[in-house]
């Protein structure tokens, strides 16, 4: 395996894991997050050692004083100095054990670093493919996003691992413009393949990912028997029965409720569902708020009613009667949202803020609730609650379902899922722009993470004290990256990597408007429709000749 080595061993690094060595480097080749080894014998059999480039130091400098002045090369000044110089640069190159590969155990450090003298070769893409990754494209459970970025386009394919962000989450970290949303659908693309047939919903605050809809007509997502399904869901589409709602939720809707109100919701709370059930309405819920803790029937319509109770009903009525996502019979099937094979699209972009919170936790609690029942056998394959496979969500801006330093309704649902869902087969993927305003708790419990460029210190700091997997070294490293570039940590690798996006089989949903071309385009459409109607033209414009009228510059 070996070919000629690029440098020789100096020493030991900082650290116990880090060791120097020394190149000349002529290529390049030896780039921040290169991966390089060295051979060892461990336990009587060679083992290839392998080891990422930290740090790179040049060891031949010229004086300070000859780059005084900047129009005259130093190596002018050198020559005209008579300056011993050697034609050859060369670099004093760190680099951190990871260790040699095994199966069973991943990658194993020997503990002790190569000895001084001992050469140290770049890693062939061939090792690399083998061992950088648990899965490779094409294979079920492998989500090919890209390619190695220290390397040529596509010499080393990157895949993450399906079986590990869907047993322990999945976070999508990056800055505006980054591209994260851009990975999200090269993930969900990679879900949908026939070798993968995931069962996917997508909470799309924004309305970014229907055109993963043009999945359906892509030979690639189909195979055979198999043809990748996309459902988009609209806002006027989407039901929530009011009895699938619980104490918190109501509480959550309802504005401005004093202490004494809060006590009288949860007392009707808890007798609707004494009386009615499971299945109670927005009627029955008002007639025992109405009634009160005696159950006294309310049948003068004059007579008065306690202020607090009046008050509270107004604040019921004003939610429920004037949502156009409430109602008192139905929810959407969780039959329709989960099938292996299908992504689904909730929209919520035209959604109040606080609708759309209390619509995701009860789906959530919804799903989380059906796959317990099945999975312990009290759901039969007659019942609403049955979903006999697992389910994977990814959220949109996630921090406004998980903010930071404020409980809303969704984050212990979240939470929960995070912490116990891997159990019974529930799978979330979260993706924000803004770590730093995203709950830590959830954040941490996400053990694949893919960040992109962050250049906000506050996101930094969030990051590295949530992510626990990526290394202080690659972390120095998100402002960098550009859009596009991601660095992979976490259970669906084998070792944190920066890796190239590949490029989408759909279209991108989430493009940036082009304002000054769309300014232009309105102009154009102004000076025809005033040419057809006759009318004059609106402001900004000019008549230069007769008949012709052009732009005010």
């Not at 393949?193 to 997508?202: S, T």
């Not at 319509?301 to 004003?318: H, K, Q, Y």
């Not at 490029?503 to 300014?519: K, S």
Request: aromatic share 6%; proline share 8%.
């Amino acid at each position: 395996m070996s070919e000629l080595p690029i440098g020789t061993t100096k020493g030991p690094g900082e650290t116990p894991q880090d060791y120097t060595f020394v190149t000349p480097d002529p290529e390049q080749r030896c780039k921040y997050g290169e991966f390089v080894y060295y051979d060892a014998a461990i336990d009587g059999q060679q083992r290839a050692i392998l080891g990422r480039i930290t740090q790179r130091l040049p060891l031949r400098l010229y004086p300070d004083t000859f780059m005084s002045d900047p129009a005259v090369p130093p190596q002018a000044v050198a020559d005209l100095l008579a300056y011993p110089r050697d034609d050859s640069e060369l670099y004093q190159i760190t680099a951190t054990i990871l260790g040699y590969y095994d199966e069973g155990l991943g990658f194993v450090n020997p503990r002790v670093p190569p000895r001084p003298g001992a050469p140290i070769y770049i890693a062939p893409d061939a090792l690399l493919g083998e061992v950088l990754c648990r899965a490779t494209p094409g294979q079920r459970g492998a989500v090919h996003i890209g390619s190695l970025l220290s390397r040529p386009t596509d010499a080393v394919p990157i895949a993450l691992d399906a079986t590990g962000f869907t047993s322990t989450h999945l976070a999508i970290i990056a800055s505006t413009g980054a591209g994260k949303s851009y990975l999200a659908g090269v993930i969900l693309e990679e879900l949908m393949q026939p070798h993968n047939r995931a069962a996917v919903l997508i909470i799309d605050p924004h309305a970014e990912y229907d055109t993963l809809s043009e999945m359906q007509n892509n030979p690639a997502f189909a195979d055979g028997e198999y043809r990748a399904v996309v459902r988009v869901i609209r806002p006027q589409d989407i039901q929530v029965r009011v009895s699938s709602l619980d104490l918190g939720d109501l509480r959550y809707l309802l504005p401005n409720l004093s202490d004494k109100m809060h006590h009288e919701l949860g007392q009707a709370y808890n007798r609707v569902r004494r009386k009615y059930g499971e299945r109670w309405t927005r009627g029955q819920f008002r007639t025992t708020l109405l009634e009160g803790e005696a159950g006294r029937p309310v049948t003068d319509p004059n007579e008065e009613v306690d202020a607090t109770i009046g008050a509270l009903v107004w604040r019921f009525n004003s939610v429920m009667e004037h949502s156009a996502i409430f109602n008192d019979h139905t929810n959407i099937p969780l039959s329709d949202l989960f099938c292996p094979g299908q992504c689904t699209v909730l929209q919520l972009n035209e959604i109040p803020d606080r609708e759309q919170q209390v619509v995701v936790a009860t789906l959530m609690r919804r799903l989380f609730e059906a796959r317990k029942d099945t999975e312990r056998g009290r759901a039969k394959d007659d019942d609403e609650n049955y979903l006999p496979y697992p389910a994977f969500v990814l959220i949109e801006e996630a921090h406004n379902f998980a903010p930071a330093n404020a409980e809303i309704i969704t984050t212990q649902v979240l939470k929960q899922i995070l912490s116990e869902g891997r159990k019974f087969g529930v799978s979330i993927g979260l993706i924000s722009q803004r770590p730093g305003k995203l709950d830590s708790d959830v954040l941490s419990q996400c053990m694949t993470q893919c960040i992109m460029r962050i250049v906000n210190p506050v996101d930094q700091a969030r990051v590295a004290e949530s992510v626990e997997s990526v290394g202080r070294d690659l972390l120095l490293e998100l402002p960098a990256l550009s859009k596009g570039q991601v660095i992979v940590a976490g259970a669906s690798v084998n070792t944190p990597l920066m890796v190239r996006v590949r490029q989408r089989l759909t279209p991108h949903g989430a493009e940036n408007p082009d304002a000054p071309a769309e300014w232009a385009a309105w102009f154009d459409d102004a000076r025809t429709r005033a040419r057809q109607r006759g009318r004059a033209l609106p402001p900004g414009f000019i008549e230069t000749a007769p008949g012709r009228d052009d732009l005010l510059r």
